[in-house]
């Protein structure tokens, strides 16, 4: 496996940016698996089990001939449950996922121990937690005035959290050094999260469907004046399937995420070729 150590420091192009991600997942998708899975997973299950009790009472109303109320009391306790655990799974996934490259980038040997990741893990979360949800209200204020300035804020915004992480920065440092970051390289950033979440999004269609089509069907019987029985097992087995697949496959925008950041790093920086020499020196 030495002879697959992807250099995380490096200038790319937009298509390199692409294929490294793709290289990065495929020489560590064992270890990033499984790591989904031991720190991401179980929220998501939470995540789905919420949205599958949601789902199943707007159901249930419908089969009743009754407009499914958005207002009542239980329906925005457990939306509120979802969104939280929705939060929550975000947080893991990218504490998980940028620490396990930030362990990477330094390691020789290229065996990254979950255990250490999880370590990294426990002191990021609380302060990822709180900046995903400040950038969510100053981008929501950016979208109040305007359209235009909320989408330039989301897509710089989407370094601040690797700064955070990588360079060990406050939430305001970060904001700071993420428009100098993304500088002259605003467009290119907004075209590879958009491509990156168009595939993420078509692949995880693949995860919503089955509660799509059990809900059609539901939709269609009531519609027709038939009787159709809402099984809640059904629908919480469903949602979790979406969960889950939804959740695993936020690997891929935040790994590009990552390999973005080392990018815009080098060309702004270039720290691989101060790196390089300094070691030359030190040789002669």
Known sequence: MTE?????????????????????????????LMGMIYFVVPFALLQGIALGIVQHQALTSLSLGQVPSAFGASTINNLLITYLFLFITYTFTIAFIFQYMKLYKVSTDKVIELKNVWKLMLGVTPKIFLSIISMAILSGIGFIFLIIPGIYLMVCFSLVLPIIIFQEDSLGGAISSCFSLIKNNWWKTFGFLIILGLIASALSFVFQLPALIYQLITTIHVAQNETSQVTESLSILFSIIQAIGTSLLQLLPFTGIGILYFSLVEQKENPALLKELESVGANE
Do not use: A, Q
Request: avoid cysteine.
């Open 4 to 32: 697959n150590k992807l250099p995380l420091e490096k200038n790319r192009d937009f298509g390199e940016l692409f294929n490294d991600t793709f290289l990065f997942i495929k020489y560590n998708f064992k270890n990033l």
